[in-house]
């Protein structure tokens, strides 16, 4: 049987570095977003944002489309297919690591007295 190490090594450390996630899980509840709101949902700064989604662009994760609206650049970023489906497959594995830990759980927790 495996342990809950061998399930975190199974997860994509690409998706599950925290800001990534957030990215990644608030772009899965809508179509688009613009970056302003993404900043100010993650509270990331502007260039430490940039970094993450060129990151995720690069992976193939999101698309980003940039216009110049009233002479200033608008940014719109989206999942891709491939995004939508491994933010789902890496909640799912979240999920059977929970499960698998409460399992764990019934069994005596205190190691000591066995």
């Not at 992976?59 to 009233?70: L, N, T, V, Y």
Request: proline share 1%.
């Amino acid at each position: 049987m495996s342990g809950l190490d061998d399930d975190l090594a199974k997860l994509d450390h690409m998706i599950h570095e925290p800001a990534r996630l957030a990215i990644l899980t608030a772009l899965s509840a809508c179509k688009s977003a613009d970056f302003i709101f993404m900043q100010r949902l993650t509270n990331l700064t502007a260039g430490n944002l940039s970094g993450h989604l060129t990151r995720l662009e690069q992976a193939g994760f999101i698309w980003m489309e940039k216009k110049i609206i009233d002479k200033r650049t608008n940014t719109k970023i989206g999942l891709t297919d491939l995004g939508r489906t491994a933010i789902s497959r890496h909640w799912e594995q979240l999920e059977q690591m929970r499960i698998h830990a409460q399992s764990q759980g019934t069994e005596s927790i205190d190691s000591t007295t066995s």
